[in-house]
């Protein structure tokens, strides 16, 4: 095989709720219990298929990020051995030591956005505290998110996986990037999924697709002074929240459950 990616570099960031069969449990979502197993071997198969598919094709560096939870959830040592890992919680900011050098990133088991109906387990950062995140008054989710500080480095979003409606969510904001569904929701804890190995071949092959279109991928660019509004699921949430805007202010409540506020830059929410 033609090595086309001859020395470059790729940053995968995985999350579990988005693999083939991850279904979770009603009312709690994806916790410790249940699934949990399932969900953390499946995404790590996942992300270790694509992983693979960018080694044969000559990339120096894949960067696999374990980033459900507390960022620590995977056998590390059933990954391929090439591969560097991001792991852990309790640094500021998205994709750790990201820079200009990478030539990509990838969404693995992500999913769809808080009020997404039909979507598997679908929620943005937690499914307890927020009702949606807007930014420009555009709600986002948690792959708009990621695309975004990717942008800052400059780096291109070019391949995801996830549920039927997590994929729609992709292509509305990245109508570029390549995709592989895992699964059909039926309701927040039901789907008909592909097989989880089958899921693993077709990220193979279409990982290799988005590698022959690289020069095709753009950036997901935030404009700045950006937007920022989140409403919470619960008003004491709200009142409590601190954020604050780019003159160092707090964020308005615009309603009992909202805050509101501009800011620089995508970099100041997280
Ligand atoms: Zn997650």
């Known amino acids: 095989m033609e090595r086309i990616l001859d020395g470059k570099k790729f940053y995968i960031g995985v999350d579990c709720e988005g693999a083939a069969c991850v279904v979770g449990e009603p009312g709690k979502g994806l916790g410790q219990g249940g699934q949990y197993r399932f969900a953390v071997q499946q995404a790590a198969r996942e992300a270790n298929a694509a992983a693979q598919e960018l080694f ?72 307890a505290a927020y009702q949606y995140y807007k930014l420009n008054g555009r709600e986002v989710g948690e792959m ?19 549920d039927y409606c997590g994929i729609r969510q992709a292509k509305e904001s990245f109508p570029w990037v390549e995709t592989v569904v895992t699964k059909k929701g039926m309701s927040w804890t039901s789907a008909v999924s592909k097989h989880p190995l089958a899921v693993c071949e077709e990220i193979r092959e279409t990982v290799r697709r988005a590698a022959l279109r690289l020069e095709e991928m753009e950036c997901y660019r935030l404009p700045s002074p950006l937007e920022v509004e989140i409403r919470y699921k619960r008003m004491e949430d709200a009142s409590r929240a601190i954020l604050v ?8 409540l615009s309603d009992a459950f909202t805050r509101k506020g501009i800011m620089n830059s995508i970099e100041g929410l997280f």
């Open 245 to 252: 805007d780019w003159e160092g202010k707090p964020f308005a």
């Open 144 to 162: 708009e998110v990621d695309a975004a500080f990717a942008a800052l480095k400059e780096v291109p979003v070019m391949f995801c996986a996830s």
């Open 56 to 127: 044969e094709l000559g990339a120096e560096t894949v960067v696999i990020w374990d980033n459900h939870g507390n960022g620590c959830n995977f056998d590390y040592e059933l990954l391929d051995s090439r591969v560097n890992i991001a792991l852990g919680s309790g640094h500021r900011g998205r994709f750790p030591l990201l820079d200009e050098d990478y030539a990509g990133v990838m969404f693995i088991g992500y999913h769809a956005r808080e009020n997404t109906a039909g979507a598997v387990l679908a929620h943005t950062y937690s499914s």
